[in-house]
Protein backbone atom coordinates (compact mmCIF):
# COMPACT_ATOMS: atom_id res chain seq x y z
CA UNK A 1 0.00 0.00 0.00
CA UNK A 2 1.62 3.17 -1.10
CA UNK A 3 0.93 6.65 -0.63
CA UNK A 4 2.62 8.99 -2.95
CA UNK A 5 6.06 7.66 -1.90
CA UNK A 6 5.08 6.53 1.33
CA UNK A 7 4.32 3.04 1.81
CA UNK A 8 1.09 1.82 4.86
CA UNK A 9 0.89 -0.93 6.04
CA UNK A 10 -2.59 -2.37 6.83
CA UNK A 11 -2.54 -1.26 10.82
CA UNK A 12 -2.30 2.29 9.33
CA UNK A 13 -5.07 1.97 6.90
CA UNK A 14 -6.90 1.03 9.49
CA UNK A 15 -6.28 4.06 11.02
CA UNK A 16 -6.54 6.38 8.05
CA UNK A 17 -10.08 5.27 7.64
CA UNK A 18 -10.36 5.22 11.65
CA UNK A 19 -9.29 8.89 11.33
CA UNK A 20 -10.84 9.97 8.10
CA UNK A 21 -14.09 11.72 9.28
CA UNK A 22 -12.19 14.24 11.94
CA UNK A 23 -9.64 14.98 9.35
CA UNK A 24 -12.40 16.26 6.79
CA UNK A 25 -13.30 18.56 9.53
CA UNK A 26 -9.87 19.40 10.70
CA UNK A 27 -9.15 20.42 6.65
CA UNK A 28 -11.90 22.69 6.44
CA UNK A 29 -11.10 24.36 9.54
CA UNK A 30 -7.69 24.74 9.16
CA UNK A 31 -8.21 26.23 5.61
CA UNK A 32 -10.25 29.06 6.93
CA UNK A 33 -7.63 29.38 9.83
CA UNK A 34 -4.99 29.71 7.23
CA UNK A 35 -6.79 31.96 4.91
CA UNK A 36 -7.44 34.78 7.67
CA UNK A 37 -4.55 37.20 7.13
CA UNK A 38 -5.10 39.51 10.33
CA UNK A 39 -2.18 39.10 12.76
CA UNK A 40 -2.40 42.05 15.72
CA UNK A 41 0.65 41.74 16.73
CA UNK A 42 1.31 41.96 20.51
CA UNK A 43 -0.35 44.81 22.93
CA UNK A 44 2.42 47.40 24.58
CA UNK A 45 1.22 48.17 28.73
CA UNK A 46 2.51 50.63 30.82
CA UNK A 47 5.52 52.33 30.15
CA UNK A 48 6.35 50.47 27.13
CA UNK A 49 3.33 51.22 25.15
CA UNK A 50 4.66 54.99 25.50
CA UNK A 51 8.18 53.80 23.92
CA UNK A 52 9.11 53.77 20.43
CA UNK A 53 9.33 50.53 18.94
CA UNK A 54 12.51 49.62 16.73
CA UNK A 55 11.06 50.13 13.00
CA UNK A 56 11.87 47.88 9.83
CA UNK A 57 12.36 44.27 11.68
CA UNK A 58 9.96 41.66 12.33
CA UNK A 59 9.14 41.47 15.41
CA UNK A 60 9.30 38.10 17.81
CA UNK A 61 5.51 37.89 17.74
CA UNK A 62 5.08 37.83 13.90
CA UNK A 63 8.06 35.76 13.33
CA UNK A 64 6.76 32.91 15.71
CA UNK A 65 3.18 33.26 14.11
CA UNK A 66 4.75 32.45 10.51
CA UNK A 67 6.28 29.88 11.84
CA UNK A 68 3.58 28.43 13.70
CA UNK A 69 1.62 28.37 10.40
CA UNK A 70 4.23 26.92 8.20
CA UNK A 71 4.18 23.99 10.49
CA UNK A 72 0.38 24.11 10.10
CA UNK A 73 -0.02 24.22 6.16
CA UNK A 74 2.69 21.49 6.50
CA UNK A 75 0.28 19.22 8.55
CA UNK A 76 -2.85 20.17 6.64
CA UNK A 77 -0.57 18.84 3.13
CA UNK A 78 -0.56 15.87 5.13
CA UNK A 79 -3.76 15.80 5.84
CA UNK A 80 -5.07 16.48 2.69
CA UNK A 81 -3.14 13.46 0.99
CA UNK A 82 -4.31 10.92 3.10
CA UNK A 83 -7.99 12.15 2.71
CA UNK A 84 -6.74 11.66 -1.45
CA UNK A 85 -5.25 8.29 -0.78
CA UNK A 86 -9.13 6.84 0.53
CA UNK A 87 -10.98 8.83 -2.04
CA UNK A 88 -9.17 7.41 -4.93
CA UNK A 89 -9.36 4.28 -4.13
CA UNK A 90 -12.75 3.77 -2.79
CA UNK A 91 -13.83 2.81 -6.31
CA UNK A 92 -12.40 -0.49 -6.20
CA UNK A 93 -14.80 -1.57 -3.39
CA UNK A 94 -17.94 -3.47 -5.60
CA UNK A 95 -19.78 -5.29 -2.88
CA UNK A 96 -22.76 -2.88 -1.87
CA UNK A 97 -22.54 -4.25 1.82
CA UNK A 98 -18.78 -3.18 1.89
CA UNK A 99 -19.61 0.02 0.28
CA UNK A 100 -22.52 0.43 2.82
CA UNK A 101 -19.98 0.19 5.51
CA UNK A 102 -17.37 1.55 3.76
CA UNK A 103 -19.87 4.62 3.92
CA UNK A 104 -20.62 4.26 7.32
CA UNK A 105 -16.81 4.56 8.39
CA UNK A 106 -15.87 7.28 6.76
CA UNK A 107 -18.98 9.24 7.98
CA UNK A 108 -17.64 8.48 11.49
CA UNK A 109 -19.45 5.94 12.98
CA UNK A 110 -18.11 3.22 15.19
CA UNK A 111 -17.99 -0.65 14.41
CA UNK A 112 -20.68 -1.11 16.89
CA UNK A 113 -22.97 1.59 15.61
CA UNK A 114 -22.65 -0.26 12.13
CA UNK A 115 -23.48 -2.76 13.24
CA UNK A 116 -26.65 -1.47 14.85
CA UNK A 117 -27.63 0.22 11.74
CA UNK A 118 -27.41 -2.61 9.57
CA UNK A 119 -28.45 -5.37 11.91
CA UNK A 120 -25.61 -7.44 11.70
CA UNK A 121 -22.95 -8.75 14.31
CA UNK A 122 -20.49 -6.23 14.70
CA UNK A 123 -17.87 -9.66 14.49
CA UNK A 124 -19.64 -9.44 10.63
CA UNK A 125 -18.87 -5.89 10.49
CA UNK A 126 -15.33 -6.69 11.67
CA UNK A 127 -14.85 -9.13 8.85
CA UNK A 128 -15.86 -6.73 6.29
CA UNK A 129 -14.04 -4.32 7.24
CA UNK A 130 -10.95 -6.14 7.56
CA UNK A 131 -12.04 -7.04 3.57
CA UNK A 132 -12.04 -3.72 2.93
CA UNK A 133 -8.60 -2.73 4.11
CA UNK A 134 -7.47 -5.81 2.01
CA UNK A 135 -9.10 -4.48 -1.13
CA UNK A 136 -7.71 -0.62 -0.37
CA UNK A 137 -3.98 -1.92 0.27
CA UNK A 138 -3.75 -3.33 -2.84
Known amino acids: MTMGAITLSKHQL ?32 GIEATMPSAKGGISRALETEVLRRCKKQK ?25 AILDCMLDGMSMTAIAKHLKMSRTWVNKVQDEIVEILGE
Open 75 to 99: RLRGYVDEVNYINSRTDLIQDERQK
Open 14 to 45: YGLLKSYHWKIKEIKRMKEELDDTEFTGTAGY
